[in-house]
């Protein structure tokens, strides 16, 4: 969905939605690959249907993304996906994630 050039020009990282043929599950994903486009750090988030866009931290240090979780298929939820933010480091690890629901009806 979207490709993020870092600030310090070394990477780019890029967002979106990988298929069952890329990660194994349907499921979000971060790629940093290096100037010349080689693979450094590939993330798959299965938690997070899809990943909209993503900037780097204020701090210099990893990443924010944005996107949608998967809609819930319990018989206490709505059953309606809510927005998802993520914050990984420069690795791509997770450091805080938030699912954030509507709770109007």
Do not use: W
């Amino acid at each position: 969905e979207d490709v993020h050039y870092d600030a310090d020009g070394e990477c780019y990282v890029l967002c979106g939605k990988s298929t069952s043929e890329l990660a194994g599950v349907d499921a979000a994903f971060l790629l940093k690959t290096d100037s010349s486009g080689d693979v450094v750090s590939f993330m798959k988030y299965p938690e997070i249907d899809k990943l909209f866009s993503v900037i780097s931290h204020q701090s210099g240090e990893g990443y924010v993304a944005v996107g949608k979780t998967q809609n819930q298929t319990s018989s206490t939820s709505s059953g309606i996906g809510g927005a998802a933010l993520l914050s990984v480091d420069a690795e791509l690890s997770p450091l805080c994630y938030k699912d954030i629901r509507s709770t109007s009806s």
